[in-house]
C-alpha cells in the first residue's frame, strides 16, 4: 500500500503569532503541525500492520517548511516532497488543495491521510477539498480507523455532537484523523538520524504543471483587519477559607446567574 | 435583491437553532432560500418562513442519508442556477465539508468558523476570531461566490415572517458521491440539558475531578443552573465523560455568557474553545494554574469543598 500523509508548517502555537504587512501569518520559526503528527502516527501503524506499505510525507509551504517533513520523516516513513515555490506565498486553503492535488496526482497513493485541521487556520477544509479535486471518497474527522485484512477497504469511525457515525470507502480514499486516533510517538535519535538520510524532493509549480496565476495572490479570500482581542481585564480570585462555594455563590447572584 | 442559500442543517421534524440565526444573518445579504433535505413537513417549511425564507427548496431524495456527499452536487446545481450572493452554512464538521466541496465546484472563496456577518460594498464582511481565540479578524471572499460557515450563537435569531414558497428538486447520484457510505448512524441520547453550543452557561469539570462518577458534582451545578456539561480533554481521555462534550480545540468551541471551569488548569487547547466567554469563573486547587489568568472570579481551593457548597447555597437562596 502507498500512503500519503499530508503535512503543514506552521507557528508555535503556544508563542504569540506575527502577521506580515500583507496580513499574512509570518512563518518564521514554524514546526510541524500538532495535529499532523497524528495522522503520521497513522500511517506509521498501518507499516506496521500491513508490511511493504510505502508512506511519504508531503507539505506545500516556504523553505522552512522541510523541518515539518524532517521531523516527520524522524518519526518513520519513507520519502518527503517538498512543493516550495516563490508564487506559492499567500495561498488559502483552496490554492493549497490546488496543489496538493496537483502533487497526489503524481504520487498516485491509495490512501491519502490528513489531520483534522490545521493548528494554525483550523478551517478542515483542505481534506474534502482534494477529495473533490480527485473524486476520492473522502472519511474525515476519523476517530477511528480499520482496514478490510483483504485491503481495499477502510471503514472509520466518526463521532459529531449529535451521533456516531460508521463510514466506508474503497482505496483509494482520503481519510482524515482527530487526535482521539492514537498518541503520536517520539522519534527516536535512531530515527532523526535515519531521517537525515532519506530521500526529500523539492518539487515546483512547473514541475506539477499548475499555473502559478491561480495560487498565492489568487487566493479567493482577502483579509483586511487583524486585531489582538483585548487582554481580559483581572479577575477576583479568593482563596477558600471554608466560604468558598458561597462567595461564589454571592458572585454569580450580583452577575444575575442566580 | 439576490438569493442568499441557507443550508439547514440534516432536520428530522425540527429546525434546529443554528439554522434560524443562519436565516437571522442571511437577511442582512439578501433574501434567504433555505436549502434542506428530504420532504420537510408543513411545520418546517412554516418555521423556516417565520425567520425569512422567502424560498425553500427540497431536495428530495432516500439516498442523502447514505450518500452525504451526493448533498453537495445536489447543492452545486441549484446555486449555478440561482447564483447567489453567499452561501451560509454552519461550522460543524458537515458543514464546513460541504463548503469546501462547494469551493471548488463553484470556484468561490470558503470562510470558515465566522462569528458575524455583514452586507459590505464589496460582498460579506466577515469576522472571525483565529488563533485561540486571540485575534479578531474581518475577511471577505474576492472570487466566486462567497461561502461562509457560521459558529452557532453568532446571532440572536430574530422573526421576520414570510410565507415561503417552495420549490423541489430531485437527486442524482453520480459516481464520485456513492464512494463515501454511510454504513451507520446512532444518534446520541438527549440528556435533557441544553447542547454545550448553544447554552447560556457551561460548566466543565477536569481532570481534579479524579473519576466518572464526581462529575456528579459537575451535572448538579450545571443543572442548578440550567446549564450544558463540558469537559476537559484529560477528563474525556480518561473516559469519564463523553468526547462530545470535550471543549477546546479539537473539541467544541463555546461562547456562553458564563462557563466555569472546575479542576481544569487551562491549556491553551482548552483555552481555545472557551476563551471568548462574556464571563468565566474558575475553581482550582493551584493558584498558579493558567484558567485563573482569564477568570473574572477565581476560588483558590478543593472543589470537593468548594462545589457541594456553591450547590447547596444556590438552592438556599431559590427556596
Ligand atoms: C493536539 C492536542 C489537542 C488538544 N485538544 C484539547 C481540547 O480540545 N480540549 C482540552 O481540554 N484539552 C486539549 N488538549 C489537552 C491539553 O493540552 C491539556 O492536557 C488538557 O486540557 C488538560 O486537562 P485538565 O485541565 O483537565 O487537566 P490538568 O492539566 O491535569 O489539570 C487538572 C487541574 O485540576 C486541578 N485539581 C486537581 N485536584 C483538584 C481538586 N481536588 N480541587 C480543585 N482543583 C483540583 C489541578 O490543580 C489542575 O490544575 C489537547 C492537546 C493536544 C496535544
Redesign the interface.
Known amino acids: 500500500m502507498k500512503i500519503v500523509v499530508c503535512v503543514k508548517y506552521v507557528p508555535d502555537m503556544s508563542s504569540q503569532p506575527r502577521f506580515t504587512a500583507e496580513h499574512r501569518v509570518d512563518r518564521a520559526g514554524g514546526q510541524l503541525s500538532e495535529l499532523d503528527e497524528y495522522a503520521v502516527e497513522q500511517a506509521l501503524r498501518v507499516v506496521d500492520a500491513v508490511p511493504g506499505t510505502h508512506v511519504t510525507h508531503l507539505t506545500v509551504g516556504p523553505p522552512a517548511a522541510a523541518e515539518a517533513l524532517r521531523k516527520a520523516l524522524a518519526m518513520g516513513g519513507d520519502a518527503a516532497v517538498h512543493v516550495s515555490d516563490e508564487a506559492i506565498a499567500g495561498s488559502d486553503a483552496p490554492a493549497t488543495a490546488l496543489i496538493l492535488a496537483a502533487a497526489l496526482r503524481r504520487l498516485e497513493p491509495d490512501l491519502v491521510l490528513c489531520a483534522m485541521a490545521s493548528t494554525d487556520s483550523g478551517t478542515s477544509l483542505v481534506p474534502a477539498m482534494l477529495a473533490e479535486h480527485l473524486e476520492l471518497p473522502q472519511l474525515t474527522f476519523a476517530g477511528e480507523v480499520t482496514f478490510e485484512p483483504t485491503g481495499g477497504t477502510v471503514r472509520v469511525r466518526r463521532d459529531t455532537a449529535q451521533e456516531v457515525r460508521h463510514l466506508e470507502a474503497a482505496l483509494p480514499a482520503v481519510v482524515s484523523v482527530t487526535d482521539r486516533i492514537g498518541e503520536p510517538r517520539y522519534p527516536s535519535f535512531k530515527g532523526i538520524m535515519a531521517a537525515k538520510k532519506k530521500s526529500l524532493e523539492t518539487w515546483t509549480l512547473a514541475d506539477l504543471g499548475v499555473p502559478a496565476d491561480q495560487v498565492g495572490a489568487a487566493a479567493r479570500t482577502v483579509v483586511d483587519e487583524i486585531t489582538a482581542r483585548p487582554a481580559r481585564a483581572a479577575g477576583t480570585i479568593v482563596p477558600d477559607d471554608g466560604e468558598g462555594g458561597r462567595l461564589l455563590a454571592d458572585f454569580l447572584s450580583t452577575q444575575k446567574f442566580i | 435583491m439576490s438569493g442568499v442559500l441557507v443550508l439547514v442543517g440534516h432536520i428530522a421534524g425540527q429546525v434546529s437553532r443554528s439554522s434560524l440565526e443562519l436565516l437571522t444573518l442571511a437577511r442582512r445579504l439578501g433574501n434567504p432560500i433555505a436549502v434542506c433535505a428530504g420532504t420537510a413537513d408543513d411545520e418546517v417549511v412554516k418555521t423556516l418562513g417565520r425567520y425569512g425564507a422567502e424560498r425553500v427548496h427540497l431536495i428530495e431524495s432516500d439516498e442523502l442519508e447514505e450518500y452525504p ?1 451526493a448533498w ?1 452536487r445536489a447543492v452545486a446545481d441549484l446555486a449555478a442556477d440561482v447564483q447567489p450572493q453567499a452561501v451560509l452554512t454552519e461550522s ?3 458543514g ?2 460541504i ?3 462547494l ?3 463553484l ?7 465566522a462569528v458575524d456577518v455583514q452586507a459590505g460594498p464589496l460582498g460579506p ?1 466577515v469576522t472571525q ?16 461566490i462567497p461561502i461562509i460557515a457560521v459558529k452557532s450563537n453568532a446571532v440572536v435569531p430574530a422573526e421576520a415572517p414570510v410565507t415561503p414558497s417552495i420549490t423541489r428538486s430531485g437527486l442524482q447520484l453520480d459516481e ?1 458521491a456513492r ?10 441520547e438527549s440528556t435533557g440539558r441544553p ?3 448553544e447554552a447560556d ?1 457551561v460548566v466543565s469539570g477536569g481532570r481534579g475531578l479524579g473519576g466518572a462518577e464526581q462529575f456528579e458534582l459537575i451535572e448538579n451545578l450545571a443543572d442548578a ?1 440550567g446549564g450544558a456539561v463540558g469537559a476537559s ?1 484529560a477528563a474525556v481521555d480518561s473516559g469519564w465523560y463523553a ?2 462534550h470535550q471543549v477546546g ?2 473539541g ?1 468551541t463555546v461562547s456562553p ?2 462557563y466555569i471551569a472546575v479542576g481544569i488548569s487551562g491549556a ?1 487547547q482548552h483555552r481555545a474553545g472557551m ?2 466567554s462574556k ?3 474558575a ?1 482550582n486547587k493551584d ?1 498558579d494554574a493558567p484558567i ?11 472543589l470537593f ?10 438552592a438556599r ?2 427556596a
Not at chain 2, 470556484?107 to 468558523?113: E, H, Y
Not at chain 2, 454504513?183 to 446520541?188: C, E, G, I, N, P
Request: proline share 3%.
Open positions: 456527499v453537495v460543524t464538521p458537515d464546513r465539508e463548503a469546501a466541496r469551493a471548488v465546484r470556484g468561490g472563496g470558503v470562510l470558515t468558523d464582511v476570531w483565529a488563533f485561540a481565540a486571540g485575534y479578531t479578524v474581518t475577511s471577505r471572499v474576492v472570487r466566486g464520485a464512494r463515501t457510505r454511510v454504513l451507520s448512524r446512532t444518534v446520541r447542547q454545550l453550543t452557561i443552573l480533554r468526547h462530545a480545540q479539537t467544541v455568557q458564563l491553551i476563551q471568548t464571563t468565566i469563573v475553581v493558584p485563573f489568568e482569564l477568570a473574572d472570579y477565581g476560588v483558590v481551593g478543593d469543598q468548594v462545589m457541594p457548597q456553591l450547590v447547596d447555597e444556590i437562596r431559590r
